[in-house]
């Protein structure tokens, strides 16, 4: 039986048992037979159908998957029966009514009309034919709502990562094979996604409570530590008890270590190195809304929405997240490798797109690009004729590069995975940015806090480079290049809230002010 009606022919066999209780003796079983109820034959051609999109403009963007739908169903309804709408019609419209779950608006373009079909609003009726189209064309809006915005505005936002786009041959498909994309399993959604929007769901839970009051603080305030005693250090404690922070909230006002245990997990999660004093920056963190929050979950589960979520199937790759300032070795599933990274700051900001590693380069030169030497290498040997020599930096072909060796902006290794933006992994000789907990300061590329580490990791199906010879070629003050066995694929990302896989919820800094240009646009509409 297809799930989106039943059928219209019902017969019951009624047997009837009586018995004479006096004489003791049975009468015969009788059968009543119910009358053969005449089959709902609604046609929706492609007359019909044009003549709908003539009352409903604005959802005409879905006329031809529409079409299509009804041709394949032998232009009859989909979504009712006999007794009106089908079940699954009511599950569709419920989803709908509960897309604020997913972080989104339910903004249906006629949604008067589409409540009146549920409301048995008689003021509002609509014909059976409109009534079926009117859920045709949900069907799509809500496909596309969940598939996230188009490629169009994805580029248009800078995300430069693939994505697996909404096919909704396969979505109309789904309604003849019982199964539909209201079903997480068959979605098939990026697993960050889900996890997010947990997290959503617990923070609307806090908002609804009240959210958490402002940590209020005197103009001198400059830090708390272990044995200080304050009326701010009471309202910490309520504060990190409201996200879990901290177990129990003793409104003790005294700073112990549990405070500053708890604080220290509240400081990881939200990009901060754990330090043994609250600082002012801490107090200000702690003081964003509960509602700012909800936003950059919200706006970090649309990112999530275009990520193609085969991409987790891969048995080893590498993973930056630019705000986080991370790169991850997953491999089968699990964390292999992790390391701090230094990435592009606002005016050269890193890429957000994907690349399969292919090599790694030791004692490295490096080919300065034509704006660095336009906007550095030129004005420097304008001011002092020897700048070239005391850069160790040389003219090659026309161009400029720097000769290998541990004061190579590049440091003793790099990672390709050619692409147009000519972005790469690498060492650096500056070693102490590392210690900085924003570190937004490159040129574009990864800087890689643990670089030797990096390419032993990668090179470990290959037993011929075991470390000792990785140092050697690192070393060797002579550029030489190494092939990958296996590509690995790269994919630099751009999250400002992540969920990790012990279930912390992690917030981090938008460096490159892109939420609130992506929260624009999904509360636009």
């Known amino acids: 039986m297809k799930i989106w009606y ?67 169903n032998k232009s009859t309804q989909l979504w009712q029966d006999n007794k009106g709408v089908v079940e699954f019609g009511n ?79 396969v979505l109309s498909d789904s309604i003849f094979k019982k199964s539909t994309i209201l079903d997480d399993k068959k979605r098939k959604m990026f697993s960050q996604y889900y996890k997010l929007r947990d997290a959503l769901k617990d923070y609307r839970e806090i908002e609804k ?12 305030y400059k830090s708390l530590k272990v044995g200080d005693s304050s009326n701010v250090i009471a309202q910490i404690r309520e504060r990190l008890f409201v996200t879990k922070d901290l177990k129990e909230d003793t409104k003790s006002a005294v700073c112990d270590t549990v405070l500053i245990k708890a604080m220290k997990n509240y400081e990881l999660r939200h990009g901060y190195a754990p330090k043994n004093t ?14 700012e929050r ?19 199937k891969g048995q080893k790759y590498i993973e930056v997240n630019i705000p986080e300032f991370k790169l991850y070795i997953i491999e089968d599933g699990k964390i292999a490798f992790t390391s701090a990274v230094v990435v592009g700051k606002a005016m050269t900001k890193t890429v957000v797109f994907s690349g399969m590693m292919s090599n790694i380069v030791f004692s490295p030169y490096w080919n300065v690009p034509p704006s660095i030497i336009k906007s550095e290498i030129k004005p420097g040997m304008a001011r002092d004729k020897n700048y070239l020599q005391k850069k ?16 190579n902006s590049l440091g003793l290794v790099k990672f390709l995975f050619p692409n147009s933006s000519n972005i790469y992994l690498h060492d650096t000789p500056s070693k102490s940015l590392f210690e900085r907990e924003s570190r937004a300061f490159s040129h574009g590329c990864v800087r890689v ?46 999250f400002t809230a992540w ?15 892109r939420d609130e240009s992506l929260l624009k646009l999904l509360t636009e509409e």
């Not at 009837?16 to 034959?41: G, H, M, Q, R, Y």
């Not at 030797?452 to 290049?481: F, Q, T, V, Y």
């Not at 969920?499 to 002010?513: A, C, H, P, S, T």
Request: net charge positive; hydrophobic share 35%; aromatic share 12%.
């Open 209 to 220: 409570k009240g959210g958490w009051k402002t940590i209020e603080t005197g103009d001198d």
């Open 91 to 169: 599950t569709l419209f419920n989803q709908y009514k509960n897309l604020d779950q997913e972080g989104l608006k339910a903004n249906y373009p006629y949604k008067d009309e589409l409540n009146s079909v549920f409301e048995n609003n008689p003021a509002k009726k609509l014909s059976k034919e409109d009534t079926d189209l009117l859920l045709s064309n949900l069907y799509y809006y809500y496909g596309e709502k969940v598939g996230g915005f188009d490629e169009k505005t994805v580029l248009s936002l800078e995300w430069l990562l693939p994505r697996k786009k909404l096919n909704y041959q």
């Open 499 to 513: 969920v990790d896989r012990e279930g912390n919820l992690n917030f981090y800094k938008d460096i490159y002010q």
């Open 294 to 312: 909800i936003k950059t979950i919200i706006a970090n589960m649309e990112r999530c929405r275009w990520i193609d979520p085969e991409l987790e």
């Open 6 to 72: 039943t059928p219209f022919i019902a017969v019951v066999f009624l047997i009837v048992f009586s018995c004479n209780s006096k004489a003791d003796k049975k009468e015969e079983n009788s059968i009543k037979t119910v009358e053969k109820i005449p089959e709902l034959k609604l046609t929706i051609d492609s007359t019909r159908i044009s003549k709908f999109y003539e009352n409903y403009p604005k959802l005409d963007k879905f006329k031809n998957d529409v079409a299509s739908l009804y041709q394949k």
């Open 278 to 291: 609250i600082l002012l920056e801490h107090i200000k963190d702690l003081n964003i809304p509960v509602s």
């Open 392 to 407: 160790n930096l040389e003219w090659n072909n026309g161009s400029v590069r720097q000769l290998p060796g541990r004061n």
């Open 449 to 494: 806090a643990k670089p030797r580490e990096l390419a032993i990791e990668l090179l470990k199906p290959d037993p011929a480079w075991n470390p000792a010879r990785i140092d050697k070629a690192m070393h060797a003050g002579k550029e030489s290049w190494y092939t990958l066995k296996k590509k690995v694929p790269v994919y630099i990302g751009y």
